[in-house]
């Protein structure tokens, strides 16, 4: 199947100058002389809510910086493991012995 975009169309008669957001994909954009310009697909539909002439898009979250150093291993984890003896070590001692026969 093959879809037709039309880039920057242009939306005459919009109400109101300013601010207005787009509700199905979730932006915003500017309206100045009572015109916008969208991206729409064939069989699409847009939702234009106005949001306001003085209303200022909110800045994008902060991104945490990485930390500098790790932090040490976790003790309760180093803990849990030595309390649990290792598999390779506890062996049967059945098996461990060495068959000697009997005399």
Known sequence: ?????????????IPANGWWHE?????DVKVDNNEVH???AE????????????????????VPEPAAELPPADQSNNASQEQQPDS?????????????PSQ
């Open 43 to 62: 069989r699409e539909a847009k939702i234009l809510v106005w949001l306001g002439d003085d209303w200022q898009p909110s800045p994008p979250a902060p």
């Open 38 to 40: 969208l991206d729409i």
């Open 23 to 27: 509700w199905t994909f979730n932006y």
């Open 88 to 100: 390779s070590t506890n062996q049967n001692p059945e098996s461990t012995q060495s068959e000697v």
């Open 1 to 13: 199947m093959f879809f037709f975009l039309i880039a920057h169309y242009r939306v005459p008669n």
